[in-house]
Nanobody, 113 residues
Framework: QVQLVESGGGLVQPGGSLRLSCAAS?????MGWYRQAAGKQRELVAS???????NYADSAKGRFTISRDNAKNTMYLQMTSLKPEDTATYYC??????????WGHGTQVTVSS
């Protein structure tokens, strides 16, 4: 059983930065960050394989950086130049080698002046 715990959300002004963390227990493979804004579907923000191959949504390219520390089983999302449209609940996602999928409870990011 994999457990995921997110941290690092909060309120930030437009143009500001935040770093999200996701600590995982158990053996995991690809990890990713998803977000869901009010009234919208959950969408992929970025993902990273155990070997460090990354994938970004167009909205995240150039502003967000995903990384992971395999020794600590922790994934990060460094977000810069935040915009009001980045406001959402951000969810950590992890997949295992048997293709099971797990979700964290989410952390709220609010970008507002």
């Amino acid at each position: 059983q994999v457990q995921l715990v997110e941290s690092g959300g909060g309120l930030v002004q437009p143009g500001g930065s935040l770093r999200l963390s996701c600590a995982a227990s158990g053996l995991i493979s690809t990890m990713g960050w998803y977000r869901q804004a009010a009234g919208k579907q959950r969408e992929l923000v970025a993902s990273i394989t155990p070997g460090g191959i990354t994938n970004y949504a167009d909205s995240a390219k150039g502003r967000f950086t995903i990384s992971r520390d395999n020794a600590k089983n922790t994934m990060y999302l460094q977000m810069t130049s935040l915009k009001p449209e980045d406001t959402a609940t951000y969810y950590c996602n992890a997949k295992t080698s048997d293709r099971s999928e797990y979700w964290g409870h989410g952390t709220q990011v609010t970008v507002s002046s």
